[in-house]
């Protein structure tokens, strides 16, 4: 259970410089570059200081929903006439990666918001839909999840059970989702659900609404300053004019995921670098044997590896973000990068807390945080083992899912 202790602010300064061994920012715009220094001063002051204590205590902080959204962290690729960022792909990528070098669990805030619910909302809402809840949700009025696992349907979601009637002025919603990222906060959840003829809608759910709950999901160990829940609708009326018109299908959700599973990619080199920083610095600095460990040829291959498999990830995100912004970007190219870039952290984050020793399993380091939060990372959004699946696909033609 949350305690109620006031918030303990770390008394560590965020020195983070980035990391560019293979000077990637020459690839990068001057708008580009001030978006990532000022979301990275944001990272600085809002996230860092606080990020061990939520953890600890398993506390979502509900304000940081507005400083995102002051900041530009919601939907910074949907067009600003609806209160989006009207950015590009790769803008968009370093805003995640630079969150998430704070922690996955804050980019999964932003990432939700932007890519899950705004995006929806975006590419198949009505006209009014688009303006009654784009604004909000772009300045952090609003929070929202999106619904698609459930209980018995994690990485086939076109078995899904939950589904809805036309009653005629208005729709019956029954079923329940499971682990959904925000929803014991949402305003707002985007539901995927099945009509009378079996076909995926989506459906934007209000918190008032009669019969809808969201319990919270507790005893996590791995993104535990974000809030994880359920979505339970029994008997729940919605309104006729909350169904998303513009696409219907499985394909709906799907391409949302392909928009931040785009930003995973992205946000899980920002985890990776703040390990490999982490654990570079503390090789210089911590003496066994007389010497820096740092000279010792051991703890130099797992520096030089680290770093290598950082700069392989950074090119391939930003060749996917160029793919991206020109439309050629398919479901298997962002895939490989999800897959590659998450495995890759997660191995920098195992090697980093090795290289801190003992003191690397204590919060006075991030790297446990970042490998237990990238635990959830590499099974969300499609799990390792199905994005190969997805890639093995594309290669034969041939899907093994089935
Ligand atoms: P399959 O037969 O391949 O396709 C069914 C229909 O969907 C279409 N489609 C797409 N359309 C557009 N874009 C895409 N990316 C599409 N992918 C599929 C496809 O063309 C077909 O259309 P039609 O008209 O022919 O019917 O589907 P399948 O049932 O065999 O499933 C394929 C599989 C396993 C790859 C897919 O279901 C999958 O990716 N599973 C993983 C599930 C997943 O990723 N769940 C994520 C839940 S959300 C989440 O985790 C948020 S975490 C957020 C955070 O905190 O950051
Ligand atoms: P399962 O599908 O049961 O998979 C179990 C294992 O079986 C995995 O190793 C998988 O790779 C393997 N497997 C499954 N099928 C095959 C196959 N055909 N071939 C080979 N291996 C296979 N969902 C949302 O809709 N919205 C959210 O906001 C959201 N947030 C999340 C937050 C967290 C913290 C977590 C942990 C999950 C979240 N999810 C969310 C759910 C997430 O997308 C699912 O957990 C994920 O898709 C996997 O589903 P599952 O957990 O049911 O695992």
């Not at 300064?13 to 708008?31: A, N």
Request: overall charge negative.
């Amino acid at each position: 259970m949350e305690q109620l202790t006031a918030v303990h602010k770390s008394s560590k300064q965020d020195t983070f410089e980035g990391v560019d061994f293979y000077q990637v920012d020459d690839l990068l715009t001057e708008e580009h570059l001030l978006i990532r220094s000022s979301i990275r001063d944001f990272v600085k002051k809002e996230i860092s200081p606080y990020i061990e204590d939520w953890a600890q205590r398993a506390h979502f902080p509900y304000e940081i929903v507005k400083k995102f959204g002051d900041v530009g962290a919601f939907g910074p690729q949907i067009p600003a006439e609806y209160g989006g960022g009207g950015l590009d792909y790769i803008a968009y990528g370093l805003i995640m990666q630079e969150i998430e070098r704070g922690d996955s669990g804050m980019r999964s805030t932003a990432s939700v918001q932007g890519s899950l619910v705004m995006y929806p909302i975006y590419k198949f809402g009505s006209e009014e839909q688009k303006h009654k809840y784009l604004p909000k949700l772009a300045s952090g009025e609003m929070l929202g999840c999106f619904g698609l696992t459930e209980p018995d349907f994690g990485s086939n979601p076109s078995g899904m059970v939950t589904n809805f009637k036309d009653m005629g002025d208005h729709y019956l919603l029954n079923g329940a989702k499971m682990w959904i990222s925000n929803s014991p906060k949402a305003d707002i959840a985007v539901v995927w659900a099945k009509n009378e003829a079996g076909r995926i809608h989506g459906l934007i759910v209000e918190r008032s609404m009669e019969g809808f709950s969201t319990p919270e999901t507790h005893g996590k160990w791995s993104l535990r300053a974000s809030a994880t829940g359920e979505l339970v609708f029994d008997n729940v009326k919605v309104p006729k004019e909350n169904l998303l018109p513009g696409k219907s299908g499985l394909g709906a959700p799907m391409m949302c995921l392909d928009s931040a599973r785009f930003g995973i990619a992205w946000g899980a080199v920002g985890a990776a670098m703040d390990c490999y920083e982490s654990a570079r610095k503390y090789a210089a600095e911590r003496i066994q044997f007389d010497k820096p460990i740092g000279s010792f040829q051991l703890i130099q291959k797992k520096l030089a590896e680290m770093l290598s498999e950082i700069t392989k990830a950074q090119l391939l995100n930003w060749k996917l973000g160029k793919m991206m912004n020109e439309g050629k970007a398919t479901t298997a190219h962002i895939s490989l990068a999800k897959r590659n870039n998450v495995a890759m952290a997660l191995d920098i984050a195992r090697e980093a807390r090795q290289i801190h020793g003992g003191m690397g399993i204590t919060g006075e380091y991030s790297m446990m945080r970042h490998m237990m939060n990238l635990e959830s990372v590499i099974t969300y959004e499609g799990t390792h083992d199905i994005h190969l699946l997805i890639l093995g696909h594309e290669i034969t033609g041939i899907p093994a899912f089935k």
